[in-house]
């Protein structure tokens, strides 16, 4: 039984993942492509999907280019697109917020590790934040935008609840005790 719960476990992970990755895709082409095409968003959404997929067929093979659109998206605006992405980042963080306390709580025997993990998450969501502040009055934004996406995007992972049953592991192993 244990070993079901944990195959259901990771394809659900695995599926979230494929799917947080699809629609985060869709936002930045039509972020990126539909700004750098003249008068794009003011376009109508039908104009808008053959405009985007004009682009995409130039690059056939490379996923970013050859993805399913969400056509919903060629409804919103400039602006409305750049605060979905703000807002999907919250909400994707917290859904892998979920699966990894799920799973820390399966591999950890202590009510503290979920604490950990929540500190985890704080903690690393409030650097990659600062990490992008520092980095807008800068010469190169794009620099610490990107560091900070990396940090965001491992929070979307399972590698938080990783981390914190290796550190689990060190913290008993180094104090005597035998709990996982």
Do not use: C
Not at 1 to 20: P, Q, R, Y
């Amino acid at each position: 039984m244990n070993f079901l719960k944990w195959s259901i476990a990771i394809a659900i992970t695995v599926t979230v993942g494929f799917l947080v990755e699809w629609i985060k895709i869709n936002v930045n082409f039509s972020i990126e492509q539909g700004g750098a095409y003249p008068g794009f968003f003011e376009l109508a959404p039908e104009q808008r999907a053959a405009v985007l997929e004009q682009i995409k067929s130039g690059n056939p093979y490379d996923y970013y280019h050859s993805h399913h659109s969400i056509s919903a998206l060629n409804h919103l605006s400039l602006n409305q697109l750049k605060s979905l992405k703000w807002i999907q980042t919250v909400v994707f963080v917290a859904i892998f917020f979920i699966i990894n306390a799920w799973m820390v709580r399966r591999v950890v025997i202590d009510a503290r590790a979920t604490k950990w993990l929540l500190i985890t998450y704080i903690s690393a969501f409030i650097f990659a934040l600062l990490i992008y502040l520092v980095g807008l009055p800068s010469n190169a934004p794009h620099l610490f935008y990107n560091v900070s996406r990396k940090m965001i995007g491992a929070l979307q992972s399972p590698i938080p609840a990783m981390m914190n049953w290796a550190a689990w592991k060190l913290y008993n192993h180094q104090n005597g005790n035998t709990k996982p």
